[in-house]
């Protein structure tokens, strides 16, 4: 969801266009809507395998992290599509939120 190459950048752009429509074009926000929730419970059903496993701390709550965790990449990439953030920079701060948010071995 990054725009770390050319590609994904199009991508990120189109999407933030989406996005923008969405908020004036209430179908268009309904369809969006329904993709969001699909990505947040992967993302929810993700931590809580890693809660099970002790790869997180068990205290989190899945659905608000996956929430967060959606947002922050979409805030991310908003900034490296406003070059706020290089690519490479984007990828070291998203890696890094991981690393918090998941316990290695």
């Known amino acids: 969801m990054l ?3 050319a590609e994904r950048t199009v991508e990120a752009q189109v999407g933030f266009a989406f ?14 809507l329904e993709g969001v929730r699909q990505l ?3 993302l929810a059903d993700q931590i809580r395998r890693a809660q099970a496993v002790d790869r997180t701390a068990a205290h989190l709550d ?6 967060a965790l959606l947002a922050f990449v979409d805030g991310l990439a908003v900034h490296t ?3 706020r ?3 490479e920079g984007a ?7 991981l690393r918090h948010l998941f316990i290695a071995d």
């Open 19 to 32: 996005l923008a429509r969405a908020a004036v074009r209430p179908e268009i926000a309904a369809r969006l």
């Open 81 to 83: 599509l406003a070059r």
């Open 40 to 42: 947040e419970g992967f």
């Open 85 to 87: 953030h290089s690519p």
């Open 91 to 97: 990828q070291a701060i998203f890696d890094a939120h």
């Open 62 to 67: 899945p659905e608000r992290e996956a929430t």
């Open 3 to 5: 725009p770390l190459d």
